[in-house]
T-cell receptor, first 113, second 117 residues
Framework: EPEVTQTPSHQVTQMGQEVILRCVPI?????FYWYRQILGQKVEFLVS????????KSEIFDDQFSVERPDGSNFTLKIRSTKLEDSAMYFC???????????FGDGTRLSIL | AQKITQTQPGMFVQEKEAVTLDCTYD???????LFWYKQPSSGEMIFLIY??????QNATEGRYSLNFQKARKSANLVISASQLGDSAMYFC??????????????FGTGTRLTVIP
């Protein structure tokens, strides 16, 4: 069964450094999402992306965050200057049609030191 | 107000028994969708079941069924014949509004289910 792939599974970064989290959504999916889950807390929406542009973003998704779909297969989340509070599990999700569920990747655990 | 409320932080169930995980939601939009995801200790999020607000029948997927009570705004997950592999965190989530590409999900705080042998 096709799946959403995220790399790396764990990223350790110094505070203030830039980090790029990578996702390969399911082929032929059209809608892409990033969520984050701070340890022990609920999953929170960051951003949705469709037709090469952001559809919606939450208040968490400030100027330090950006997303890109550079080559038609990858979907990346960049954090420009990481802060300690960015430490979390970051999930990428995609869906094919509007009425289909979102399928999540296994997540990237980001640890900011 | 919370859009999704899961009042059970932890639940225990005997292997082979059925268990109900509670979820209530809050929306004024007539069009919405309700989802359940399973998160094992390894961390991935696994889609289990979906219920649309206009669906006439309760959703079922194998051992999972969704007890959808629209008037009460509840969407409880029922797992029948529990297995040890069902031990995980379970999240209820809602997609609010008509279907668009921006349909992000609102998640509850989750219920940790432990299946006892």
């Amino acid at each position: 069964e096709p799946e959403v792939t995220q790399t790396p599974s764990h990223q350790v970064t110094q505070m203030g450094q830039e980090v790029i989290l990578r996702c390969v959504p399911i082929s032929n999916h059209l809608y892409f999402y990033w969520y984050r889950q701070i340890l022990g807390q609920k999953v929170e929406f960051l951003v949705s992306f469709y037709n090469n542009e952001i559809s919606e973003k939450s208040e968490i998704f400030d100027d330090q965050f950006s997303v890109e779909r550079p080559d038609g297969s990858n979907f990346t989340l960049k954090i420009r200057s990481t802060k300690l509070e960015d430490s979390a599990m970051y999930f990428c999700a995609s869906k094919g049609q509007l009425n289909q569920p979102q399928h999540f990747g296994d997540g990237t655990r980001l640890s900011i030191l | 107000a919370q859009k999704i409320t899961q009042t059970q932080p932890g639940m225990f169930v005997q292997e082979k028994e059925a268990v109900t995980l509670d979820c209530t939601y809050d929306t004024s939009d007539p069009s919405y969708g309700l989802f359940w995801y399973k998160q094992p200790s390894s961390g991935e999020m696994i889609f289990l079941i979906y219920q649309g607000s206009y669906d006439q029948q309760n959703a079922t997927e194998g051992r999972y069924s969704l007890n959808f009570q629209k008037a009460r705004k509840s969407a409880n997950l029922v797992i029948s014949a529990s297995q040890l592999g069902d031990s995980a965190m379970y999240f209820c989530a809602m997609r609010e509004g008509r279907l668009t590409g921006a349909n992000n999900l609102f998640f509850g705080t989750g219920t940790r289910l432990t299946v006892i042998p």
